[in-house]
Nanobody
Framework: QVQLVESGGGLVQAGGSLRLSCVAS????????MGWFRQAPGKEREFVAA????????YYADSVKDRFTISRVTNKNTVFLQMSSLNPEDTAVYYC???????????????WGQGTQVTVSS
């Protein structure tokens, strides 16, 4: 089992920045691909970014590329999502997830956090 707890969400003005954190506990954190997804009201959950178990490779949705950065600190069992140049379309609940493959599909991630709300005002 892997337990994931996100933090760092909040209200920010358009153009601002936020950093989300996800702390993992349970099974060996370093074995898992870590991803961030988001879900806006009335929409399906969508992929945001992912990082391999080693941290050596990353993968981003086109909508966030060059604005968001995913990183992980293995000895702290933590993965981060640094978000900049935020716009109202980024408003959503952001979820941390752990899986075994570097993909954009939620079905490939077996463990999920409870989510943290990000609201971007115009």
């Amino acid at each position: 089992q892997v337990q994931l707890v996100e933090s760092g969400g909040g209200l920010v003005q358009a153009g601002g920045s936020l950093r989300l954190s996800c702390v993992a506990s349970g099974r060996i954190f370093s074995s898992y691909v870590m991803g961030w997804f988001r879900q806006a009201p009335g929409k399906e959950r969508e992929f945001v970014a992912a990082v391999t178990s080693s941290g050596g490779s990353t993968y981003y949705a086109d909508s966030v590329k060059d604005r968001f950065t995913i990183s992980r600190v293995t000895n702290k069992n933590t993965v981060f999502l640094q978000m900049s140049s935020l716009n109202p379309e980024d408003t959503a609940v952001y979820y941390c997830a752990a899986g075994l493959r570097l993909t954009k599909f939620p079905r490939d991630y077996g463990y999920w956090g409870q989510g943290t709300q990000v609201t971007v005002s115009s």
